[in-house]
């Protein structure tokens, strides 16, 4: 099939695709005799992995990471365990950090009479006045 017939199929965009192709995530298909990109099956099923990981904040190097796991049939399963509970770790202090951001944002604006003065706690927080 043709790449927006594999990006239709797969939900993920052509220009990822060729991306993922480019830095190696996915091989590159045959080309038809129009030069059309091939894919297969097999590739559907490698891009809607990849989209996966993606869609749980796997990092590209990590998505490789797991591919190379899944293709192994020999794998520990302490190996994927181990990129899932560090994804999990990272993930958790991105959402303290945000939860963190959150806070200031609400107290600020909390402070702000949101009115027609000019004074704004926000905006002085922001050019690290007051």
């Not at 560090?86 to 107290?107: F, I, Q, S």
């Not at 905006?123 to 690290?128: H, N, Q, T």
Request: hydrophobic share 45%; net charge neutral; glycine share 8%.
């Amino acid at each position: 099939m043709k790449i927006g017939e594999a990006a239709a199929a797969s939900g993920v965009s052509q220009r990822m695709i060729r991306h993922y192709e480019t830095i190696g995530l996915i091989p590159r298909p045959p080309r038809l005799h129009s030069n059309y990109r091939d894919y297969a099956a097999a590739d559907l099923h490698r891009l809607r992995f990849i989209a996966n990981a993606r869609d749980l904040g796997f990092a590209t190097e990590e998505i490789a990471e797991l591919l190379a796991l899944w293709s192994d049939e020999g794998r520990a399963s302490a190996e994927v365990k181990k990129l899932a509970l560090a994804r999990a770790d990272a993930l958790h202090a991105k959402a303290r950090k945000l939860e963190a951001m959150r806070a200031v944002l609400l107290d600020l604006a909390g402070r702000c009479s949101g009115g027609e003065r000019p004074d704004c706690p926000i905006i002085d927080e922001l050019s690290g006045g007051a």
